[in-house]
């Protein structure tokens, strides 16, 4: 199963983030397990801007600003 990681300390724009991944997964019908990653020790072996989207451990998308719906269904349909 596909594995999504949203990278950041819980800011409104990795909240965002995490609700615009969950929507677009909606709206392509695939399932993926969606993990928060908020320690920044964890989240600094990624990227060192948030927020950040890794699917299947590469890093798609890091910082502002945030990625529209379309571009983030188009990562998970590359990850497929």
């Not at 990653?37 to 990227?47: G, Q």
């Not at 801007?49 to 998308?61: A, C, D, F, R, S």
């Amino acid at each position: 199963m596909m594995e999504i990681k949203v990278l950041g300390p819980g800011c409104p724009n990795c909240q965002e983030m995490e609700r615009r991944v969950k929507q677009a997964l909606s709206e392509i019908k695939v399932q993926a397990n969606i993990s928060k990653v908020s320690d920044l020790a964890e989240i600094s072996k990624y990227i060192m801007m948030t927020p950040g989207l890794v699917i299947n451990e590469k890093v798609k998308h890091s910082g502002k600003p945030l990625p529209r719906n379309e571009q983030i269904k188009k990562w998970i349909q590359e990850e497929k």
